[in-house]
């Protein structure tokens, strides 16, 4: 049980970092705490490790976390619904587009 709680606050530890990196701010700090959490929950076997099988969870589990933020930071109007709308006016992550940059794709 000792063993389980260190490994536990390691990974709080390793979660939290980010947030310590670069003043990340309260979301950067929220989410540290809820990927712990998440961690938690796909440590099946509550060895405060992950296998490969509980590792693939905890991803899923983060990638569905994120998809709900940023769903949630698109509808402005917080009626469970995103309009193109929303969509132009919502924050976008400042990193650009997945092609290298904010330009339209090519090839259309």
């Known amino acids: 049980m000792a063993l389980r ?5 390691g990974a709080l530890a390793l979660a939290a970092a980010p947030a310590f990196a ?3 701010g309260a979301f950067r700090q929220q989410f540290a705490q809820e990927r ?7 440590d099946a076997d509550g060895d405060g490790a992950l296998t490969p099988a509980e590792f693939q969870t905890f991803i899923q589990l983060v990638k569905q976390a994120r998809m709900q933020h940023r769903f949630a930071k698109a509808d402005a ?9 929303e969509l132009e006016a919502a924050p976008h992550h400042g990193r650009g587009c ?7 794709p090519t090839g259309q």
């Open 98 to 104: 997945h092609r290298g940059g904010d330009e339209a």
């Open 77 to 85: 109007n917080g009626d469970g619904k995103v309009t193109p709308a």
């Open 22 to 24: 670069g003043g990340g």
């Open 36 to 42: 712990a959490a998440l961690f938690a929950q796909a």
């Open 5 to 9: 709680n260190w490994m536990l606050a």
